[in-house]
């Protein structure tokens, strides 16, 4: 098991970027794949994206493909989204997720979960 803190939201305008980081613990950090899912209110938990154990492997959704990037640093212990062009669609509640297996887009593919971080974008 790993524990899991996010951080970095905000409150920013549409075209601003932002970088969310979770804090994991654990020495096996760099054994989990890791991924990003939001969930807006009044909507499911959505993927956004996954990076594999090594981070030499990433998945993006296409609503988020070509402005959101995913990174992690093992020797840190810690996984990043770097969001671009945000939109006010982009408003939601962050969660990093960890699985001890390949990367997975599906939010029942997760087996430990981070508190979130809200990111709220004003158009």
């Known amino acids: 098991q790993v524990q899991l803190v996010e951080s970095g939201g905000g409150l920013v305008q549409a075209g601003d970027s932002l970088r969310l980081s979770c804090a994991a613990s654990?020495?096996?950090?760099?054994?989990?794949?890791m991924g990003w899912f939001r969930q807006a209110p009044g909507k499911e938990r959505e993927f956004v994206a996954t990076?594999?154990?090594?981070?030499?492997?990433?998945g993006y959704a296409d609503s988020v493909k070509g402005r959101f990037t995913i990174s992690r640093d093992n020797a840190k212990n810690t996984v990043y989204l770097q969001m671009n062009s945000l939109k006010p669609e982009d408003t939601a509640l962050y969660y990093c997720?960890?699985?001890?297996?390949?990367?997975?887009?599906?939010?029942?593919?997760?087996?430990?979960w981070g508190q979130g971080t809200q990111v709220t974008v004003s158009s």
């Open positions: 654990g020495r096996t950090f760099s054994s989990y794949a």
């Open positions: 990076i594999s154990w090594s981070g030499g492997y990433t």
């Open positions: 997720a960890a699985r001890k297996s390949s990367t997975s887009s599906r939010v029942a593919g997760y087996d430990d």
